[in-house]
């Protein structure tokens, strides 16, 4: 399967996709001028690689901000990661005084339906 990564910018996080190494992150602030520009790749990846997957999958997301359109392609990701016929989980990664993300990683976890752990980080 191709590696898929995309570096970060000031707008955009950081994304590794790379199932030889079975790495999968999305780390950063993710506040794209086109989010369908940004996360259809990512969608696009998840998708062919459903099919493919033989081995438990565990994606880290560490995002320190981000928008509505966003979330849109977090709650996208997640449901596909669900459908995989594998044992998945989620590393939510924040802040320790970040109770909305720490909120949104729980709403998300009840919408989703996969197992999160949930990782306090220190400020960058």
Same mark, same amino acid.
């Given at each position: 399967?191709?590696?898929? /990564?995309?570096?970060?910018?000031?707008?955009?996080? +950081? %994304?590794?996709?790379?199932?030889?190494?079975?790495? +999968?992150?999305?780390? &950063?602030?993710?506040?794209?001028?086109?989010?369908?520009?940004?996360?259809?790749?990512?969608?696009?990846?998840?998708?062919?690689?459903? &099919?493919?997957?033989?081995?438990?999958?565990?994606?880290?997301?560490?995002?320190? !901000?981000?928008?509505?359109?966003?979330?849109?392609?977090?709650?996208?990701?997640?449901?596909?990661? &669900?459908?995989?016929? %594998?044992?998945?989980? %989620?590393?939510?990664? +924040?802040? /320790?005084?970040?109770?909305?993300?720490? /909120?949104? &990683?729980?709403?998300?976890?009840? !919408?989703?339906?996969?197992?999160?752990?949930? %990782?306090?980080?220190?400020?960058?």
């Amino acid at each position: 399967m191709v590696r898929l /990564e995309l570096e970060q910018t000031r707008f955009s996080p +950081y %994304v590794l996709m790379d199932s030889d190494e079975q790495k +999968y992150i999305i780390r &950063g602030r993710s506040i794209p001028n086109n989010a369908k520009m940004f996360f259809e790749p990512i969608v696009d990846w998840l998708v062919e690689f459903k &099919g493919k997957v033989s081995h438990d999958f565990t994606i880290e997301l560490h995002l320190e !901000y981000f928008n509505t359109s966003t979330h849109k392609y977090l709650d996208d990701i997640l449901r596909i990661i &669900g459908s995989f016929h %594998v044992s998945t989980k %989620v590393i939510w990664k +924040y802040v /320790e005084d970040d109770d909305d993300l720490l /909120e949104i &990683g729980e709403r998300l976890q009840d !919408y989703c339906k996969i197992p999160f752990d949930y %990782v306090i980080v220190e400020e960058d």
